[in-house]
Nanobody, 124 residues
Framework: QVQLVQSGGGLVQAGGSLRLSCAAS????????MGWFRQAPGKERESVAQ????????YYADSVKGRFTISRDNAKNSVYLQMNSLKPEDTAVYYC?????????????????WGQGTQVTVSS
């Protein structure tokens, strides 16, 4: 059973940056694709970015392309989301998630393991 513990997040002004981290334990981290998802009040959970097991390929939602970067360090069992040029519409609870290889590029329902969520608030 994989446990995911998130850190980072908080309140930032528009145009600012934040970095989210997610540390995994209890499993073989490199076996899983990893993703970041977010959910704003009244909206469905959506994919933000996903990264393959080896870290070479990544998927980004159109809304964050060029602003967010997902990365992973398999030696540290961790995945990160660097968020730059933040906008008020990026405000949401962000979740990291781990899933099987087939989950890459798909929706949240294909992911098995979830972090506890962390609030990101971007003020205008």
């Amino acid at each position: 059973q994989v446990q995911l513990v998130q850190s980072g997040g908080g309140l930032v002004q528009a145009g600012g940056s934040l970095r989210l981290s997610c540390a995994a334990s209890g499993g073989t981290f490199s076996n899983y694709v990893m993703g970041w998802f977010r959910q704003a009040p009244g909206k469905e959970r959506e994919s933000v970015a996903q990264i393959v097991r080896g870290g070479v390929n990544a998927y980004y939602a159109d809304s964050v392309k060029g602003r967010f970067t997902i990365s992973r360090d398999n030696a540290k069992n961790s995945v990160y989301l660097q968020m730059n040029s933040l906008k008020p519409e990026d405000t949401a609870v962000y979740y990291c998630a781990g899933g099987p290889p087939r989950a890459f590029g798909t929706t949240w329902s294909e992911y098995y393991y979830w972090g506890q969520g962390t609030q990101v608030t971007v003020s205008s």
